[in-house]
């Protein structure tokens, strides 16, 4: 929206203004405050992840660097690269053996998982991939989460007690584009339903998800990595304009494209406009885990059983704990990915404040359980009744 104009309180799909739209894609001097940058790649920062140890580990300069994130997402280029956020991908493989075999499986059986933007065909996706992954290979879980730098990337930008979500994507060879979108929670909306909620809002929904992903191959150009339109977060009704033939057309023109290497990860603004790529290769079979990551004030896009999750997962960081293969922080960044970190909504009849404002979360309990060394079934009926007591 051009500053000059009055505040509008309610977007129209048919006000969308492509002349606007464009002027909010002019690059600022943003660069300049990128500190801890590696390069600037087609106006996107990279980030190498093995160069960010030291501040990640110091309280000041992890406020600075996490800073500098946010307003990457918000007013900068509205995405940034992790480069190398697994230097060993081995964790990776062994995530992409076990997706391979939920695919393989859930083809067997019938099931055909549509991807929202694309037409069904050469692509598969997996559903809830974080729960499926957890409860099928949990010491696989626990090695690929245990990423202190995806927590950090995720408290950046939504603050703590946020939820992990992932769907893998598989482009084959071949595969078809995605057309350009916005995501959830808004960009899942009619462009009717959009309308139906006031500017404030749309302005607020980006703030309730951080969209990633984590290339579990190498992304050549050919291959299809995600088309990114710089800058495209800051146009306020882009929920309603993404659209349009105008607009499309201009993203077309003008997107650009990161290659990735396995074991690298790129981090957007749900605001975004983006889509996936077009795999143009006849070999490489694309595949990323879409990490959808959600707000504690927002309602996620998928349901988890992370009751059973806690349960499987926690022998398997007691047993890395007490043979001290996995640090204090690594296990830290395993139980934000999987167990509810947000004590509410609960039942305060049953599960009533204690010594504070607010129950003990299942965080809270995990982290309680692991420092006390608690036995995997003490843990187990703990963490049952806890879930029990909030409900109705």
């Known amino acids: 929206?051009?500053?000059?104009?009055?505040?509008?309180?309610w977007y129209r799909e048919q006000d969308c203004s492509l002349r606007e739209f464009v002027s909010a894609l002019e690059p600022r001097r943003d660069g300049d405050?990128?500190?801890?940058?590696?390069?600037?790649?087609?106006?996107?920062?990279?980030?190498?992840?093995?160069?960010?140890?030291?501040?990640?580990?110091?309280?000041?300069?992890?406020?600075?660097?996490?800073?500098?994130?946010?307003?990457?997402?918000?007013?900068?280029?509205?995405?940034?690269?992790?480069?190398r956020v697994y230097t060993d991908t081995a964790p990776v493989d062994a995530a992409t053996a076990v997706f391979e075999s939920i695919i393989r499986e859930e083809r067997e059986a019938g099931i055909a998982a549509a991807d929202h933007f694309a037409k069904a065909g050469a692509n598969d996706r997996i559903w809830n991939a974080q729960e499926k992954l957890c409860l099928r290979a949990p010491s696989v879980f626990a090695s690929y989460f245990?990423?202190?730098?995806?927590?950090?990337?995720?408290?950046?930008?939504?603050?703590?007690h946020?939820?992990?979500?992932?769907?893998?994507?598989?482009?084959?060879?071949g595969g078809q584009a995605q057309q350009a979108h916005r995501d959830y929670h808004l960009g899942f909306q009619t462009a009717g339903e959009a309308e139906r909620y006031p500017a404030h809002v749309h302005a607020m929904s980006p703030f309730l998800t951080l969209q990633g992903a984590v290339a579990h191959?190498?992304?050549?150009?050919?291959?299809?990595?995600?088309?990114?339109?710089p800058f495209s977060q800051r146009y306020a009704e882009g929920y309603l304009a993404w659209r349009r033939q105008?607009?499309?057309?201009?993203?077309?023109?003008?997107?650009?494209?990161?290659p990735l290497e396995k074991g690298d990860a790129v981090f957007f603004s749900p605001a975004l406009f983006h889509a996936a790529g077009e795999n143009r290769t006849t070999?490489?079979?694309?595949?990323?885990n879409l990490l959808q990551i959600s707000s504690a004030y927002g309602r996620a896009m998928e349901s988890l059983n992370r009751t059973k999750m806690c349960e499987v997962l926690y022998p398997v960081l007691l047993d890395r704990m007490r043979t001290q293969r996995i640090t204090p922080?690594?296990?830290?960044?395993?139980?934000?990915?999987?167990?509810?970190?947000y004590p509410f909504p609960t039942n305060l009849d049953k599960d009533p404040p204690q010594g504070g404002l607010a129950p003990e979360s299942q965080q809270g309990l995990f982290r309680r359980a692991l420092t006390e060394s608690w036995s995997a079934d003490r843990f187990a009926a703990a963490v049952r009744d806890q879930s029990g007591r909030r409900e109705a």
């Open 33 to 83: 405050g990128l500190r801890f940058a590696a390069e600037t790649v087609d106006h996107v920062p990279v980030y190498d992840c093995r160069e960010l140890g030291a501040a990640l580990d110091d309280a000041s300069r992890r406020a600075d660097l996490q800073a500098e994130w946010a307003n990457v997402l918000h007013a900068g280029a509205g995405v940034l690269v992790f480069k």
């Open 329 to 341: 922080e690594e296990a830290d960044a395993v139980i934000a990915s999987t167990a509810e970190g």
């Open 283 to 288: 070999s490489v079979h694309r595949m990323a």
């Open 1 to 9: 929206m051009n500053a000059r104009e009055p505040q509008r309180n």
């Open 217 to 229: 191959t190498d992304m050549p150009v050919e291959s299809g990595p995600t088309k990114l339109l």
């Open 162 to 173: 946020f939820q992990v979500t992932s769907q893998v994507n598989v482009v084959r060879p």
């Open 246 to 258: 105008d607009f499309r057309d201009y993203f077309e023109a003008h997107y650009v494209q990161l």
């Open 146 to 160: 245990a990423r202190p730098a995806l927590v950090a990337m995720a408290e950046a930008w939504l603050g703590p």
